[in-house]
């Protein structure tokens, strides 16, 4: 057998191994997917990608997922946010110009667990925001303060106008122009305690911690978090907004 006769077996074995692995890969891919697409799958479903999110399921890798499909598409928003029973009255959009209007727009009414003075914002900020209260406000006041929350108090989520800094006002527009944020100044307990960023932030002990820690979580579910440790013009509120590059102060 020549030199050229033997390499050439070696590469058409060195092929078929080859293709033998992809057939492989490709029906195990298949059997994957069969088993994650069936009506009684064993694979829970929120560590499951073909399913769609469940607000109060426990958070895994799946998840963060699940929610940027949600965020992209209204009608997995709001179906999540009924599931997990949030009450999110549904409105038309709203649309003024180019800068300012609402999206996916609703009456948020209640969260998963807690009350909200009624606002106008949209799906994706309602479903961030729900995120927040149930993996991160509900467990941490429970198990730092041994109630829950039974209200949280904002400031607003729309209002068509431009930036505000600490320089003055910004050519550029605000995210609540947009409705892609909310501004949360305090929480009331079901144990009767209320508590607010004004008056609160600086406190020790548990209730100061509280804060600083639903502050941090909240870094977990929206792009933007402002508190009052980035500037006085954040010193009575939690900014929270959903576009952006990833920024927690």
């Known amino acids: 057998m020549s030199k050229h006769t033997g390499r050439r077996r070696f590469l058409l074995s060195a092929a078929s191994f080859v293709f033998s692995?992809?057939?492989?890969?490709?029906?195990?891919?298949?059997g994957g997917w069969w088993l994650l697409a069936h009506s009684e799958t064993p694979v829970p479903s929120h560590w499951n990608p073909l399913r769609e999110l469940k607000i109060t399921a426990p958070v895994t890798p799946i998840i963060r997922f699940q929610l940027n499909r949600a965020l992209a598409n209204e009608v997995q928003c709001r179906a999540a946010l009924a599931?997990?029973?949030?009450?999110f009255e549904a409105m038309d959009d709203l649309i003024v110009d180019e800068n300012c209007g609402?999206?996916?727009?609703?009456?948020?009414?209640?969260?998963?667990?807690?009350?909200?003075?009624?606002?106008?914002?949209?799906c994706a900020t309602t479903l961030r925001l729900a995120m927040w209260e149930h993996h991160v406000v509900q467990p941490t006041a429970r198990d730092l303060l041994g109630t829950q929350v039974s209200r949280l108090r904002h400031v607003g989520s729309y209002n068509c106008r431009q930036m505000r800094t600490a320089q003055g006002q910004s050519s550029g527009w605000s995210s609540h122009a947009k409705a892609d944020s909310i501004d949360i100044v305090g929480l009331q307990f079901a144990d009767g305690r209320s508590l607010t960023l004004l008056s609160d932030w600086g406190a020790e002990g548990p209730e100061g911690?509280?804060?600083h820690q639903i502050w941090r979580g909240a870094c977990d579910w929206f792009r933007v978090v402002l508190g009052p440790g980035f500037n006085h013009l954040h010193a009575d509120h939690f900014h929270l907004q959903g576009p952006g590059w990833g920024y927690c102060r």
Do not use: P
């Not at 599931?83 to 009450?87: P, Q, T």
């Open 21 to 30: 692995i992809a057939v492989v890969a490709i029906l195990f891919g298949g």
């Open 83 to 87: 599931d997990a029973g949030a009450n």
């Open 102 to 122: 609402i999206t996916g727009r609703g009456l948020l009414s209640a969260l998963v667990t807690s009350g909200v003075n009624a606002v106008e914002t949209s």
């Open 209 to 211: 911690q509280f804060l």
